[in-house]
Nanobody
Framework: VQLQASGGGLVQPGGSLRLSCTAS????????MGWFRQAPGKEREFVAA????????YYGDSVKGRFTISRDNAANGMYLQMNALRPEDTAVYYC?????????????????????WGQGTQVTVSS
């Protein structure tokens, strides 16, 4: 299984970016998927996730109302639409996939739930 994240870059505060994650080696619609981020000197932080086969989504408190996660089953992947970006959103963003099973909701917030990880894409929010 491989995950390829893309779409990061430099954006001014208040701007928008859309991250993409494409999976190979599995059918992404059959798996829970999520986004995490890690800023320098900080722990990896949950950003958003979507349950397998459903539209149920989860968001970290710091991104609620600004970020939207969505699936693209035709592309075997997902997106993270990020609006109203802030300097504190600056981080490397990672996409991840849950290997098997249908975890309880709280498990989607934990990095240890995810079996496969992409290489990360840098997002920098700065004027």
């Amino acid at each position: 299984v491989q995950l390829q994240a893309s779409g990061g870059g430099l954006v001014q505060p208040g701007g928008s970016l859309r991250l993409s994650c494409t999976a190979s080696g599995l059918t992404s619609s059959r798996n829970g998927m999520g986004w995490f981020r890690q800023a320098p000197g900080k722990e990896r932080e949950f950003v958003a996730a979507v349950r397998k086969g459903q539209s149920t989504t989860y968001y970290g408190d710091s991104v609620k109302g600004r970020f939207t996660i969505s699936r693209d089953n035709a592309a075997n992947g997902m997106y993270l639409q990020m609006n109203a970006l802030r300097p504190e959103d600056t981080a490397v963003y990672y996409c991840a996939v849950i290997g098997t099973g249908n975890p309880i909701s709280s498990a989607y917030f934990r990095a240890s739930t995810y079996s496969y990880w992409g290489q990360g894409t840098q997002v920098t929010v700065s004027s």
